[in-house]
């Protein structure tokens, strides 16, 4: 059996709930959830962490639109992490809060046009210069596979 780890820093973004910076993605730890709990809890969080311009990652019609994530701190985690033998899933860490997640080229890039014009409005331009966000306690959990997903309740809108 696979000792999947999760690995996040919620951070507070308004209209966004359950926001969050993902640390470290990996299937299958050499270490035990309670140890990786203890080694991201002996690290003190940073109070806010910096945001920047929106991007579109993904490819097909599985696209995320995302905004990037800046702080020593995500860095260290993962490193720290990745030295102990966890593997992300992804070959490089892109640090980022999810806007939107699956979409297609089109949508994602409809998402971007509506941020610029929203933007424009409030009289920001992109790319932003930074935003800062207050974060909360880190969360590391174990994988849940995709089977024990759906068996979730669903909200029926």
């Not at 905004?67 to 701190?73: L, S």
């Not at 932003?128 to 994988?143: C, N």
Request: contains cysteine; charged residues 20%.
């Amino acid at each position: 059996m696979k000792n999947g780890i999760y690995v996040a820093l919620p951070v507070e973004a308004p209209g966004f709930p359950g926001a969050h910076i993902t640390l470290m993605y990996c299937e299958d730890s050499p270490l035990s959830l309670e140890h990786v709990t203890a080694i991201v809890n002996a690290i003190p969080i940073p109070p806010t962490v910096t945001l920047h311009a929106p991007i579109i990652l993904g490819e097909g019609d599985e696209r995320v639109v995302v905004v990037t994530a800046e702080h020593p701190y995500i860095d260290k985690i993962h490193n720290l992490l990745t030295q102990l033998g966890l593997k992300h899933s992804y070959p490089k860490l892109i640090p980022h809060v999810t806007i939107s997640e699956e979409v297609s080229l089109d949508q994602a890039q409809t998402i971007l046009a509506t941020l610029e014009n929203f933007c424009a409005l409030v009289d920001y331009t992109l790319p932003l210069d930074t935003i800062t966000v207050r974060t909360r306690q880190a969360i590391v959990e174990p994988l849940r596979s995709f089977s024990e997903k759906e068996n979730e309740p669903q909200l029926d809108l």
